[in-house]
Structures are given as C-alpha cells and as structure tokens.
C-alpha cells in the first residue's frame, strides 16, 4: 500500500495537477431531496426533504484526447447537516447486473453510478442518476460551452439487486472558474454523512489513492 501511494504523490507533484479526472468543469448546483414515505434507507440525505446548495463536476477519468472512450465522472459537494458530503459517480451500464462497474464512453450521456456500496441503516445502498430523453445532449453542452442553469439530473438509490426508486433532483447553476475547480479536492471518506457512509476494503483504498494524489498536487 505504501508503494502504491508513494508513486501516485510522487506522479501528482510532477504533474502539478490531478491524476484522476484531471479535466472537467465545476458548477454550483443544489440537490433537492423529496424525503421518502413507507420503508426509509435510514440516511437523512435520502429520507428527509430539504434543499442543499451544492457544488458539481463534470469530467473526464483520464488525460485522453476528446472523444477518446473514458470513464466519465459526476462528482457532487452536498452542504447537509452542516458538513460537506461528496458523492463520486462513475459512467456505468443500467443493465442490473452490470451497474456496478465502470463503463467508458465517448459523449457525457448515460447512466452515472457510485459504482461502490454506501451503508445506510444496517443494509447496503447504491446510487445513481435516472438518464432522460437529450440528457446526453444537455450534458456535452455543460462540458463543451459550460452552460449549467437548467440542467437537472434526476438521482435514484437501491439496494445490491433493488430497482432503482426516485429520492432527489440535482439543479446546475453557473460554471465556476478554473482556480477553483483546480483547488476542489473531493474525497468520500472524509466528507461522508455519519448516516451514509462508504462500505468496504475499496472505499478505504480509494481514499487513499485520492489522499496522496492530493497531497501530491498540494491540495
């Protein structure tokens, strides 16, 4: 373990910048959350109403060219209970049994997925956006001319082999500039809510990779 985050410090540093999703760009947003009647996840972000401002980035997983198959990322700042929560999706598949991996693609359209498991009153829950019709149009244009108000990205959660049940939309707002996307530092081990945290030896690595990549870019 102390190889691996020794060499991704170290390649960060001589980069200067990020080695996982180093283009995007960032947005203010809020995520407005519906709340949940019957069965609750167990997680006040999922269960309760409410409005939280937010912040959004939208980018490539890799230095590729444009147009080049990646794994894209979604990554959103959540202000909830009066603490940052960071929420990390990745393209993925909407086929069931394929939803939690990675899928690259060339246009940001699709589905986006947390990939791995949060843990959310005893059991274990996935997260998603709910692709609409010109959803890829809308979102290339939120990359390309960084044109964010408007632009809304319904978001879904459930369990390992659950169907996907509605709990929140998330709203763009207006593109921030590129000193702060560059000092934007995301990592959901730290920022995690105490009632929806990461599950699994994967999360805690992850974290690590993040925690030198940043430490390495001096972030």
């Known amino acids: 373990m102390s190889m691996l985050t020794t060499a991704v410090r170290r390649a960060a540093h001589a980069r200067g910048a990020r080695l996982l999703h180093p283009r995007g760009r960032t947005f203010t947003g809020e995520l407005v959350t519906f709340g949940r009647r019957g069965r609750r996840w167990g ?14 980035r939208v980018s490539k997983g890799a230095p590729t060219p444009t ?4 794994v894209l990322g979604l990554a959103i700042r959540v202000e909830a209970g ?42 274990r829950v996935f997260l998603a956006t709910q692709p609409e019709p010109g959803l890829g149009t809308t979102l290339d244009a939120v990359v390309g001319t960084a044109a ?5 990205l319904p978001l879904v959660a459930a369990s390992r082999w659950g169907t996907w ?11 921030l500039d590129g000193g702060t996307d560059a000092d934007l530092a995301f990592d959901p081990i730290v ?29």
């Open 67 to 70: 147009g080049w198959p990646d």
């Open 191 to 219: 920022n995690a809510a105490p009632d929806l945290t990461p599950a699994g030896w994967v999360q805690r690595l992850r974290h690590r990779v993040y925690r030198a990549s940043q430490q390495g870019r001096g972030r």
């Open 82 to 123: 009066g603490r940052p929560v960071d929420l990390l999706l990745s393209s993925c598949p909407s086929v069931p049994v394929l939803r939690h991996l990675p899928m690259p693609r060339r246009d940001f359209g699709g589905r986006y997925g947390t990939l791995l498991a949060y843990r959310a009153g005893g059991r």
């Open 43 to 56: 997680a006040a972000l999922l269960d309760e109403p409410g409005i939280h401002p937010a912040t959004v």
């Open 165 to 175: 049940q509605s709990f929140a939309v998330l709203r763009f707002g207006s593109v």
């Open 148 to 152: 964010g108000p408007g632009v809304q």
